[in-house]
């Protein structure tokens, strides 16, 4: 199992950018999916998830009206739409399978660094 989370950059504050995860060794449309970032200094803290049953999804509320979380099941890819991004939301970003965080290892992630 193995994610490559690409898209990360340096945006102004109000912009946008979408993060795509290319995800190997399992089929994503079969589980749950989530992003969570890790801000310099602080702890990895979950933002999205979309779950395998019917697409429904879910966010942290710092994010919830902003970020939209999407797969693409013939690419195999999970992507994360940001929209009016804040320098809080400054982190590097990676992708998970939720119910396996103990199991899989983390990608590399992808930096996403917001600032005037």
């Known amino acids: 199992v193995r994610f490559m989370e690409s898209g990360g950059g340096l945006v102004q504050p109000g912009r946008s950018l979408r993060l795509s995860c290319a995800a190997s060794?399992?089929?994503?449309?079969?589980?749950?999916m989530s992003w969570y970032r890790q801000a310099p200094g602080k702890e990895r803290e979950w933002v999205a998830t979309?779950?395998?049953?019917?697409?429904?999804?879910t966010y942290a509320r710092s994010v919830k009206g902003r970020f939209t979380i999407s797969r693409d099941n013939p690419k195999n890819t999970v992507y994360l739409q940001m929209n009016n991004l804040k320098p809080e939301d400054t982190a590097v970003y990676y992708c998970?399978?939720?119910?396996?965080?103990?199991?899989?290892?983390w990608g590399k992630g992808t930096l996403v660094t917001v600032s005037s």
């Open positions: 979309i779950f395998s049953i019917g697409d429904s999804t």
């Open positions: 060794g399992f089929t994503v449309s079969r589980y749950d």
């Open positions: 998970m399978r939720p119910s396996y965080v103990t199991i899989d290892s």
